[in-house]
């Protein structure tokens, strides 16, 4: 059971934030080598990544990542949302999805997260909100949006997160499709463990672009991203 209802104003777990690109990390990432090396964390991301499907066309499945949107601002529809998420991670190339025949293989709810009595089964949720007294749950200042992963789980090797928050500030997606799609597409790859940079711009990546100060301009994943989250999945 995830560990507290939606109406609650409380987190557990490890935070990570963004600012039109400006990401802090607010816990230790614990994993080898050093933020810059890596590229991605030993333990703060989606358990799932371990688990493939093994195939791309198999649905809701135990090995899949189900995802919801909802609003909490009357300036944006959770159908709106929904179709902003579904378009950066279905309609960039290369996308997350189905890395390495499935490792991320990840499906839409058929309806908002808010419309679901019980949402243990769905794995990650992207909300929106124009100022944080619609949404309680989250915690990062305004102008921000922010990654939680909370519900952790001892691999046997490590630990993971069962679920993630997305929270997404209205003002950090209203924006072209362009910055829309590299706001989400960042904040999604801190879902599957991956780190902003050191400062070094590489290696080429989402998670370090042009709102860091580095060249890449993209609104899509790179190779470099997807290499990482492999490496994320294949952590015993």
Not at 63 to 69: L, S
Not at 140 to 166: A, R
Request: charged share 15%; hydrophobic share 30%.
């Amino acid at each position: 059971m995830k560990p507290f209802p939606h109406n609650v104003n409380k987190k557990v777990g490890m935070h990570v934030y963004v600012w039109w690109g400006i990401t802090v990390l607010l816990a230790t990432a614990i994993g080898t080598g050093s933020v810059g090396a890596t590229h991605y964390s030993g333990e703060i991301h989606q358990k799932l990544v371990h688990q493939g499907a093994g195939s791309i066309n198999v649905y809701n499945s135990n090995h899949d990542e189900d995802w919801c949107p909802e609003s909490h601002t009357t300036y944006m529809y959770p159908s709106t949302l929904g179709s902003l998420v579904s378009g950066a991670l279905l309609n960039t190339s290369p996308r997350w999805k189905n890395v390495s025949n499935g490792l991320v293989d990840y499906y839409k709810t058929f309806y908002p997260c808010g419309d679901y009595a019980d949402t243990d089964w769905i794995e990650i949720e992207y909300h929106v909100s124009k100022t944080n007294s619609e949404n309680p749950e989250k915690w990062c200042s305004e102008d921000y949006s922010c990654v939680t992963h909370y519900g952790s789980v001892w691999s046997g090797t490590h630990s993971h997160y069962f679920w993630q928050w997305v929270n997404l500030d209205y003002d950090n997606i209203k924006g072209s499709t362009s910055a829309n799609r590299r706001t989400i597409n960042h904040e999604t790859g801190h879902v599957y463990g991956l780190l902003d940079g050191d400062g070094t711009c590489s290696p080429t990546s989402i998670m370090h672009n042009i709102w860091y100060g580095c060249s890449y301009s993209g609104s899509a994943p790179t190779s470099s991203d997807l290499q990482a989250v492999l490496n994320v999945g294949n952590i015993p």
